[in-house]
């Protein structure tokens, strides 16, 4: 009998810590989001370039109070305090940051941090954001989650309506074949089951590769050559010196003069920042591409880096 009562005191007041414990998280977590007397998080750490470039979008620039080191779109992002990188980010530089709101990706090691500042009470979204149609959820979801539910239906509204008047515009163009390549030791292509593939598509060209088991694959020099690329994009390693990047691009296709990209001088380098970014820049990304397809038909913007021979 004794024994048992022992156990029921244990049993009670375990609980009875636990509540505790649960109502002092609760209370925090209500805490850090009553800052903003609007509904609005009025401190947001952003952990990855395309979120950023979407909460300035969305008009929440002066709430963005840190961010990844690679945020460097538009400017004033590139004032915020820096959180880590976007493969690292730094947990207690989060913390620091007083957030009432930090945005994630989908990927393991953004996932292991959003983890971490859920379990200590902190207000956390996590997109996957792979696809074009996923970017329009995930600006769905970040209007939810911040207040502005409206002005996320215009922003992904506008894009929307960007990439279709696009897709209009290069549909009854020739079908380019097109090889993008992300890498080139060991040579490493964009496959049909990207988000690139989408933007080749929209862009009024065709893969040059066929369906591969991964999603950027390594391709070696006779599959290369059959592919019959009749131009090749080639993502910048960074924005800086893509003159030079062209010049070592144009070197390392001379060898195989027998794919018709090389002989008939079709090789393009062009800025990853606003090509690669699944963000509110996309249907200029897509311009770009479409540039290098469709040179005699692609609008000619001068604030876009492109560079060609």
């Given at each position: 009998m004794i024994r048992r009562r022992a156990l029921l005191i244990i049993t009670a007041v375990t609980a009875i810590l636990l509540f505790a414990v649960l109502n002092h998280r609760q209370h925090k977590v209500l805490e850090l989001s009553s800052t903003s007397t609007s509904g609005e998080p009025t401190r947001i750490v952003s952990l990855a370039p395309n979120l950023t470039?979407?909460?300035?979008?969305?008009?929440?620039?002066?709430?963005?109070?840190?961010?990844?080191?690679?945020?460097?779109?538009?400017?004033?992002?590139?004032?915020?305090?820096?959180?880590?990188?976007?493969?690292?980010?730094?947990?207690?530089?989060?913390?620091?940051?007083?957030p009432d709101l930090v945005i994630t990706l989908w990927f393991e090691?953004?996932?292991?941090?959003?983890?971490?500042?859920?379990?200590?009470?902190?207000?956390?979204?996590?997109?996957?954001?792979?696809?074009?149609?996923?970017?329009?959820?995930?600006?769905?979801?970040?209007?939810?989650?911040?207040?502005?539910?409206?002005?996320?239906?215009?922003?992904?509204?506008?894009?929307?309506?960007?990439?279709?008047?696009?897709?209009?515009?290069?549909?009854?163009?020739?079908?380019?074949?097109?090889?993008?390549?992300?890498?080139?030791?060991?040579?490493?292509?964009?496959?049909r089951s990207t988000f690139v593939n989408e933007m080749i598509e929209f862009a009024g060209g065709e893969n040059a590769i066929g369906p591969t088991i991964g999603q950027y694959p390594q391709i070696g020099t006779e599959e290369l050559l059959a592919c019959g690329a009749e131009v090749i994009i080639q993502s910048a390693m960074g924005a800086d010196n893509i003159d030079r990047q062209q010049q070592a691009a144009e070197l390392f296709w001379s060898k195989l003069a027998a794919l018709p990209a090389v002989?008939?001088?079709?090789?393009?380098?062009?800025?990853?920042?606003?090509?690669?970014?699944?963000?509110p820049r996309l249907p200029e990304g897509i311009e770009i591409i479409a540039r290098c397809l469709h040179p005699a038909t692609a609008t000619q913007k001068h604030d876009v880096a492109l560079q060609t021979r």
């Open positions: 470039e979407i909460l300035f979008a969305l008009g929440l620039g002066e709430n963005v109070v840190a961010v990844s080191n690679n945020c460097d779109w538009p400017a004033e992002a590139v004032s915020r305090k820096k959180v880590g990188t976007f493969w690292q980010p730094n947990t207690e530089a989060i913390i620091a940051s007083r090691q953004q996932k292991a941090v959003a983890d971490t500042l859920s379990r200590l009470g902190y207000e956390v979204l996590t997109l996957k954001i792979d696809e074009i149609g996923e970017l329009f959820t995930a600006i769905q979801k970040m209007g939810e989650a911040i207040g502005r539910t409206e002005h996320a239906e215009k922003l992904a509204e506008n894009i929307r309506k960007k990439i279709n008047d696009l897709q209009s515009k290069y549909s009854s163009t020739n079908k380019v074949r097109t090889l993008w390549v992300v890498q080139v030791e060991p040579l490493r292509i964009a496959g002989k008939n001088n079709r090789i393009y380098v062009v800025n990853p920042d606003t090509v690669l970014r699944l963000g």
